[in-house]
């Protein structure tokens, strides 16, 4: 019998695990949904099908869901299914959980044997024509396009077997994938990533080892139309320090974070560094070349958040706000310190471009922001907007106290080819209902507020990344043979 989940900031308020799955034909829609907008829009995030074995619980470790919404014809139909990885259903067949926090092996059941710790809980990617599921520690994990069914994980014909990115990049240009794997020998293994190249089709072409000063929580890298960048942060990962009674994954107060540049098809022994004072990014919104310099706009924070320092001690949220910074890298010059140049102080998540444009330079940023709650991530973003990072010009939407907002994502218009040209579309949740939308804009005019709600008849628990792929886009014709 399926214990009561403990009281924990991640498992409250729109929190709450909804721990089941659904399906909806042709959901209600208030407003209309434009002529020009066909395709998919997916969300992952976690929802954990047991409580934890730790008397806390930390957001990412929970079991990943995903929610599809299927827009044909001006009628949306949804479903929403867990990642049923290996770890899941030897969980769901033992009725409890078995692996401790990320699959920390000192406080895991014995029974999980050798079964790898994957949520599959991150982010949710269409290339090759496949759909995975993913997360940071482990190999994707491949599901239907449509029926969201869990096929297995994804090993590239075995070329990737260990851990994959969070947050691959699509080069829309040319098609191909570039991804990196952070910790690929495990906690205690040899400092290096992996970082890969792979093609139109879904087939590993390239792949190249770097070597990194001390294994970090690496969730995102850099990368333009010729280089790449691999963020080293101070949010380390040490297993030695767990043994000691320390946490397994800390911020190392004082240590600077580091970057390892290299050309886009180099090797390791092109690898440069640059430095600059403690910071901390989970995401960017895009990166591009110009004047022999990357040009880089981030969400950064002076300190991460949800994890303790060295000591244990958890930060606050105003410590670890992020806001949307300009990071500069001089190739041609003779420093090797990253540039900084604040563009808002809004606390922030999740800034997207128009991902057709991404390592090339564009100037408008889709993101959720928060203007009235105290701790954002917890109790949920309650705003979302479009700012240009040219001029600093917002347009915002406030969707109202105890409102939570996730990831706005571009979603172009058929035929569209030009940056911004169509509509932005997000998640939110509203505490009058207790039910959630999926919210579209017109995506230059988000002041002006929806111009469409698509109403889901209940809650979706607070996640992280979404994706919408547009029926005439190519990535869209190869998973669903359109």
């Given at each position: ?9 991640y ?38 099908l ?7 619980y ?28 290996d ?7 033992a ?5 401790g ?50 096929i ?84 380390e ?15 190392v107060?004082?240590r ?5 540049v ?16 403690p ?20 969400a ?60 090339r ?15 954002a ?5 309650d ?15 406030d ?27 997000t ?5 009058e ?9 017109a ?40």
């Amino acid at each position: 019998m399926a214990q009561q989940f403990p009281d924990a900031p991640y498992l409250n308020g729109h929190h709450t695990p909804i721990r089941f799955e659904a399906e909806a034909p042709d959901l209600i829609v208030t407003g209309e949904i434009p002529d020009d907008l066909a395709g998919v829009f997916y969300r992952n995030g976690p929802d954990p099908l047991y409580p934890p074995r730790e008397d806390s619980y930390h957001w990412f470790d929970g079991d990943g869901m995903v929610f599809g919404f299927f827009i044909e014809d001006g009628r949306v139909s949804m479903r929403n299914r867990w990642v049923r990885t290996d770890k899941f259903e030897k969980e769901l067949e033992a009725g409890r959980k078995l692996y401790g926090a990320f699959g920390n092996p000192m406080t895991s059941d014995p029974a999980i044997g050798d079964t790898r710790y994957n949520t599959g809980n991150t982010n949710i990617v269409l290339h090759g024509g496949k759909l995975l599921a993913l997360m940071e520690g482990a190999p994707p994990v491949e599901m239907g396009a449509r029926d969201l069914s869990t096929i297995s994980e994804y090993h590239y014909d075995g070329a990737i077997t260990t851990t994959f990115s969070a947050h691959p990049k699509v080069d829309w240009g040319t098609g191909e994938m570039l991804n990196f794997g952070s910790m690929i020998h495990g906690p205690m293994g040899p400092k290096e990533i992996r970082y890969d190249h792979i093609d139109a089709d879904g087939a590993v072409t390239g792949s190249e080892i770097i070597e990194v000063p001390f294994t970090t929580l690496m969730h995102t890298f850099l990368a333009t139309e010729n280089w790449v960048v691999f963020p080293v942060m101070p949010l380390e990962i040490s297993l030695e320090r767990m043994m000691k009674g320390g946490p397994m994954t800390a911020w190392v107060e004082g240590r600077e974070a580091r970057f390892a540049v290299m050309p886009r098809n180099g090797s390791a022994e092109d690898v440069r560094w640059f430095t600059m004072p403690p910071r901390h990014m989970f995401h960017e919104l895009n990166a591009w070349e110009e004047d022999g310099r990357i040009v880089a706009i981030v969400a950064s924070s002076h300190r991460a958040p949800l994890f303790p320092n060295e000591q244990g001690e958890m930060p606050e949220h105003s410590e670890t706000r992020f806001g949307l910074t300009k990071w500069t890298f001089d190739l041609s010059g003779d420093t090797n310190e990253v540039q900084e140049e604040e563009l808002t102080d809004r606390d922030m998540q999740f800034p997207r471009p128009d991902d057709r444009k991404m390592m090339r330079r564009t100037r408008h940023g889709f993101c959720n922001i928060n203007i009235r709650a105290r701790d954002a991530r917890a109790e949920g973003l309650d705003a979302v907007m479009r700012i240009d990072t040219e001029t600093g010009a917002e347009d915002l939407h406030d969707f109202g106290k105890g409102a939570a907002a996730g990831e706005l994502i571009f979603a172009p218009r058929l035929g569209g080819t030009d940056e911004a040209d169509g509509y932005a579309m997000t998640l939110v949740y509203s505490p009058e209902t207790n039910e959630t939308d999926l919210a579209i804009f017109a995506a230059q005019d988000i002041a002006n507020g929806p111009i469409a709600r698509v109403h889901i008849p209940f809650r979706v628990p607070g996640g992280f990344h979404c994706n919408y792929y547009s029926a005439d886009s190519d990535l869209y014709r190869r998973a669903f043979g359109a």
